[in-house]
């Protein structure tokens, strides 16, 4: 083995692993923040609000994540809306992620017992501290476990960036790698990179879990 040539190459690694941090955690926390009310509107009573989360869940969910990409990169310049190589694929990797993180997220919510909404409801308490300070809290820990599993895979589906031209840590590594004729020590490295930053998003998991849990402030 020869890591000479990650040596010689850390700078152009470096720059492409904070390339995927800064796209992966965009991703996440977006999608996130976008799947929570689409959840919350989901099981609304307005109903043209509830078609649309459904619509918008189904859309996402059946459409391949590059497809998403390229249209966020290649097909919106189309109707006038141009977005460079990074925003575009957050973008199109935001808008997968977040209809998969709805379903969880909605199945959480659901899962505590409707006497929780009644009593709450009771007390005069309005809609948005009901699900903050009563349903949050208790649902947290049914939507972690599978929110966080999905959330591990947009981690690693944002190598697909490497599309449409963002140097990110695969598609450099894949460069590295056709130069130097060394894909061992690359992929071990790129490995080793994103064991690493699945190991921070599970350690995040266990402190929102903490954080929000019952018997949180």
Same mark, same amino acid.
């Given at each position: 083995?020869?890591?000479?040539?990650?040596?010689?190459?850390?700078?152009?690694?470096? @720059?492409?692993?904070? #390339? #995927?941090?800064?796209?992966?955690?965009?991703?996440?926390?977006?999608?996130?923040?976008?799947?929570?009310?689409?959840?919350? %509107?989901?099981?609304?009573?307005? @109903?043209? $609000?509830?078609?649309?989360?459904?619509?918008?869940?189904?859309? %996402?969910?059946?459409?391949?994540?590059?497809?998403?990409?390229?249209?966020?990169?290649?097909?919106?310049?189309?109707?006038?809306?141009?977005?460079?190589?990074?925003?575009?694929?957050?973008?199109?990797?935001?808008?997968?992620?977040?209809?998969?993180? %709805?379903?969880?997220?909605?199945?959480?919510?659901?899962?505590?017992?409707?006497?929780?909404?009644?009593?709450?409801?009771?007390?005069?308490?309005?809609?948005?501290?009901? $699900?903050?300070?009563?349903?949050?809290?208790?649902?947290?820990? #049914?939507? %972690?476990?599978? &929110?966080?599993?999905?959330? #591990?895979?947009?981690?690693?589906?944002?190598?697909?960036?490497?599309?449409?031209?963002?140097?990110?840590?695969?598609?450099?590594?894949?460069?590295?790698?056709?130069?130097?004729? @060394?894909?061992?020590?690359?992929?071990?490295?790129?490995?080793?990179?994103?064991?690493? &930053?699945?190991?921070?998003?599970?350690?995040?998991?266990? &402190?929102?879990?903490?954080?929000?849990?019952?018997?949180?402030?």
């Amino acid at each position: 083995m020869d890591w000479s040539v990650i040596t010689g190459n850390a700078g152009l690694l470096g @720059r492409a692993f904070l #390339t #995927t941090l800064w796209v992966a955690g965009a991703t996440i926390l977006l999608s996130v923040l976008l799947a929570f009310p689409l959840a919350v %509107m989901r099981d609304g009573r307005i @109903r043209a $609000l509830r078609w649309t989360a459904a619509v918008f869940s189904w859309a %996402m969910r059946a459409t391949p994540a590059l497809t998403l990409l390229f249209l966020s990169y290649y097909g919106l310049p189309q109707i006038g809306i141009y977005l460079d190589a990074v925003p575009a694929a957050i973008a199109g990797l935001t808008f997968s992620a977040a209809g998969y993180n %709805m379903e969880y997220i909605r199945a959480g919510l659901r899962a505590v017992p409707a006497t929780q909404y009644e009593a709450a409801r009771a007390l005069g308490m309005p809609g948005w501290m009901i $699900l903050r300070r009563v349903i949050v809290p208790q649902a947290i820990r #049914t939507i %972690m476990p599978p &929110l966080t599993s999905n959330l #591990t895979l947009v981690l690693k589906g944002s190598s697909l960036a490497g599309m449409v031209a963002v140097t990110e840590l695969t598609g450099a590594g894949m460069a590295l790698i056709s130069e130097t004729y @060394r894909p061992f020590e690359v992929l071990i490295v790129i490995a080793l990179a994103y064991l690493g &930053l699945n190991g921070l998003l599970i350690r995040l998991q266990k &402190l929102v879990e903490r954080r929000l849990g019952p018997g949180a402030a």
